[in-house]
């Protein structure tokens, strides 16, 4: 089987019916990226960055930051990579930024408000990103755990600071890069609408997307029945998500666990998403699931299981289909 989907390492991701689609990798180091180069991923839509923090005693400096960054731009070349800021807290701690103990990890003080209370930590990733995506320009800069627009605001204010500090250094940078965000909790979901005016594209992440709408731990195994992508719930949320992206006409990809699933794409082609970002041993086996989708066969696949009302419709729903 792996031999049948290694000759897709070349294959153009492009479905049944012609649309094209984008199969990218979620890396977590530069040696990933590498990889994902090498099994012919579209890009890197989510390069995890928390992992260049860990195992250390102190926060990477500017210069190492840039110099990771610039070897992915580099690896991808004239392919898209989406640099994720800071992803700490919840179920990632890292030690040295003594972050206090809390009851409710999950629902504290963690990404992009971790980040915004501390700008000058903030600053130095933004600064590496906008810098090692100076020459290629296919670097893009993504926020974690939006909940709210005042936090895309006070996130691209940092990004002008950071623009105009490197400008008047003389220091090269993209002029361009663009600003996207997560969609990975309800509160981004239910405002998809407004938020969509604020940035250049959304990415769902439904790992967490999952976990909130459910209120239910990814990590805990005495509720795992009840976590799952294919909750009408959690469509819904994901649903409203493509739709406000699409009628403001910017990008939307899925880079959570889900972008995966074989019926997840299905679904996912009817609404109008084609990117996907996925681990790396699945990106060959995603690419082979699109060549096999319509957008017709999609859209009906997506018409029924959005009437659905219950876990069980939905997977009824979806195994016919398959
Ligand atoms: C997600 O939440 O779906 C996601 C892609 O990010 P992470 O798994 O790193 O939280
Ligand atoms: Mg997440």
Known sequence: HQ???????TKPSVGRDGRSYQ?????????EAGMAAEIGADGIGLFRTEFLFLERTKIPSEEEQFQAY???????KDK???????????DKPISYLHLPVEANPYLGYRAIRYGLEHPGEFKIQLRAILRAGAQHRNLSIMIPFITSV??????????????????????????????GIMIETPSAA??????????????IGTNDLTQYVLSCDRSNASVAGIYSAFQPAVLRAIGMTIEAANEAGIEVSMCGEAAASAPMIAILSGWGLTRL??????????RERVTNVTKEEGQQLA???????THQEVMDIVKNKK
């Open 303 to 309: 018409r029924k299981v959005s009437v659905a009302r």
């Open 277 to 286: 970002s996925v681990g790396l041993n699945s990106v060959w086996y995603v």
């Open 80 to 90: 898209p990579v989406t640099i994720r800021t800071l992803d700490v807290g919840g």
């Open 23 to 31: 199969i990218m990798a979620n890396i977590n180091s530069v040696e």
């Open 3 to 9: 031999d049948l989907l290694s000759s897709f390492r």
């Open 150 to 179: 005042e936090e895309v605001r006070k996130t691209k204010e940092l990004v002008e600071e950071c623009k105009k500090e490197l400008r008047e250094q003389g220091i090269a940078f993209d002029e361009n890069c663009r600003l």
């Open 190 to 203: 239910l405002m998809a609408r407004e938020l969509a005016q604020e940035v250049s594209f959304f990415s």
């Open 70 to 76: 610039l070897q992915v731009s580099e690896l991808m």
